[in-house]
């Protein structure tokens, strides 16, 4: 019978990628982690030990958290209710990670994952003033991989030398020595998609969307023309390009939501009427 305080698999996977989601805490042993370095998408590790010490930090916000371990018993029963004990509404994945990979579900292959900064952050850099795929893989990033990363849009110009001297990650940028960027046909975030480890259906119908928006390729779906004119007119309203990736993640929340959830719907004016 599950616990009362737990969360199934399905529940949690409806939630991934959404901005309520809560937050995931992988609390899995250095051992069991190394034998499986995998993680739940938008996981961030911390010690199951060290509860007591990082664990009031999880109240800011207001957002509740999910503890994920191995198998979903002791360890992560044990970090929920002290995190609980901290006033955090805490549950915990059924299962654990072993039942998370088991029912198929995407995880992310943190091989591919940049270092981290002194707060356990990624910290990415790439060229200022946005359009698509730099607004788009920073959305990818915060939804799916790392929720606390940090972005750094600079002249085009000063790119590699602010990645050397700052530790940052360059993506989106045409440089030999740039792994996360175009690859052929393929878009940044194509490469992000597929390198992360999260080739849902619907992540995969919405990199289609980025990548005709993104290369001027409309005919790959009829919905990248929207994505364009919505991206362009957002360069627009903002001067700031950290006040455009905010209003960005709105935008490509509302996408990635319509390419899971609303494909088949339509709209129709004036409304059919209902049968009674």
């Given at each position: 019978?599950?616990?009362?305080?737990?969360?199934?698999?399905?529940?949690?996977?409806?939630?991934?990628?959404?901005?309520?989601?809560?937050?995931?805490?992988?609390?899995?042993?250095?051992?069991?982690?190394?034998?499986?370095?995998?993680?739940?998408?938008?996981?961030?590790?911390?010690?199951?030990?060290?509860?007591?010490?990082?664990?009031?930090?999880?109240?800011?916000?207001?957002?509740?958290?999910?503890?994920?371990?191995?198998?979903?018993?002791?360890?992560?029963?044990?970090?929920?209710?002290?995190?609980?004990?901290?006033?955090?509404?805490?549950?915990?994945?059924?299962?654990?990670?072993?039942?998370?990979?088991?029912?198929?579900?995407?995880?992310?292959?943190?091989?591919?994952?940049?270092?981290r900064d002194a707060r356990g952050?990624?910290?990415?850099?790439?060229?200022?003033?946005?359009?698509?795929?730099?607004?788009?893989?920073?959305?990818?990033?915060?939804?799916?991989?790392?929720?606390?990363a940090v972005f750094l849009y600079?002249?085009?110009?000063?790119?590699?030398?602010?990645?050397?001297?700052?530790?940052?990650?360059?993506?989106?940028?045409?440089?030999?020595?740039?792994?996360?960027?175009?690859?052929?046909?393929?878009?940044?975030?194509?490469?992000?998609?597929?390198?992360?480890?999260?080739?849902?259906?619907?992540?995969?119908?919405?990199?289609?969307?980025?990548?005709?928006?993104?290369?001027?390729?409309?005919?790959?779906?009829?919905?990248?023309?929207?994505?364009?004119?919505?991206?362009?007119?957002?360069?627009?309203?903002?001067?700031?390009?950290?006040?455009?990736?905010?209003?960005?993640?709105?935008?490509?929340?509302?996408?990635?939501?319509?390419?899971?959830?609303?494909?088949?719907?339509?709209?129709?004016?004036?409304?059919?009427?209902?049968?009674?």
């Amino acid at each position: 019978m599950a616990s009362t305080n737990s969360l199934s698999i399905q529940k949690l996977s409806r939630l991934i990628g959404r901005p309520d989601c809560p937050v995931l805490i992988d609390v899995c042993t250095d051992e069991d982690f190394a034998a499986n370095p995998k993680l739940v998408p938008g996981a961030v590790r911390r010690a199951w030990a060290d509860v007591a010490t990082w664990g009031p930090g999880f109240a800011t916000g207001g957002k509740s958290a999910v503890v994920v371990c191995q198998k979903g018993l002791k360890l992560s029963q044990g970090v929920a209710a002290w995190l609980r004990h901290a006033g955090i509404r805490a549950d915990v994945l059924e299962g654990g990670i072993a039942a998370w990979q088991a029912a198929g579900m995407p995880t992310v292959n943190t091989a591919s994952l940049p270092p981290r900064d002194a707060r356990g952050r990624t910290v990415w850099v790439t060229r200022s003033r946005p359009k698509i795929d730099r607004i788009a893989c920073p959305w990818l990033i915060r939804r799916f991989v790392d929720p606390q990363a940090v972005f750094l849009y600079v002249a085009p110009s000063e790119v590699m030398d602010v990645a050397a001297r700052f530790g940052a990650t360059v993506f989106d940028v045409d440089h030999p020595d740039v792994h996360w960027s175009h690859r052929g046909e393929r878009c940044t975030f194509d490469v992000m998609v597929e390198e992360f480890g999260l080739k849902t259906e619907a992540l995969s119908r919405l990199a289609t969307i980025v990548r005709g928006a993104d290369t001027g390729r409309p005919e790959l779906a009829p919905e990248s023309a929207g994505l364009l004119a919505a991206s362009l007119g957002l360069s627009r309203m903002y001067d700031d390009d950290l006040e455009q990736l905010e209003a960005g993640l709105a935008l490509y929340d509302a996408f990635y939501r319509w390419c899971r959830d609303a494909v088949g719907e339509g709209h129709d004016w004036p409304p059919t009427a209902r049968k009674q």
